[in-house]
């Protein structure tokens, strides 16, 4: 099942397959997404936080945990990393500065 995230303050909607990430499915429809370790769930750059929809959410799992942990955040599903959440259904709405469209020429991850 699909879900959908409205990202803050773009106000871009994305459409998130079965089993991929927020972050994956924000590039695949030609976003970039701040990132550092592209997708590894090691750098935390991805963060968002999430305003609405938290029961559309996935579960957190150890990495994701340990991620929030460093970010000084707590793990009460409001600091996700986009690279590690999933959705299911929604709308779900998050909060994430710096995600645009890409430019001609620009690499997916970056
Ligand atoms: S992209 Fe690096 S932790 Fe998510």
């Known amino acids: ?3 959908t995230v409205v990202v803050q303050p773009a106000g871009v909607e994305i459409v998130v397959e079965d089993g991929e ?4 499915a924000a590039e695949r429809l030609g976003y970039r997404w701040p990132t550092i370790c592209g997708g590894q769930g090691t750098c935390r750059t991805c ?8 029961a559309h ?3 957190i799992g ?3 945990r340990e991620g929030i942990a460093a970010l000084r955040r707590p793990v009460d599903g ?3 990393l986009a690279c590690q959440l999933r959705v299911t259904g ?3 709405t998050v909060t994430r500065r710096g995600v645009r469209r890409r430019t ?3 690499q997916g991850v970056g």
């Open 62 to 64: 150890g990495l994701e």
């Open 78 to 80: 409001r600091t996700r």
């Open 90 to 92: 929604g709308p779900v």
């Open 57 to 59: 959410c996935s579960g």
């Open 104 to 106: 001609e020429g620009e």
């Open 47 to 54: 963060f968002v936080q999430v305003d609405e929809g938290l």
């Open 21 to 24: 990430s927020l972050m994956r």
């Open 1 to 3: 099942m699909t879900g």
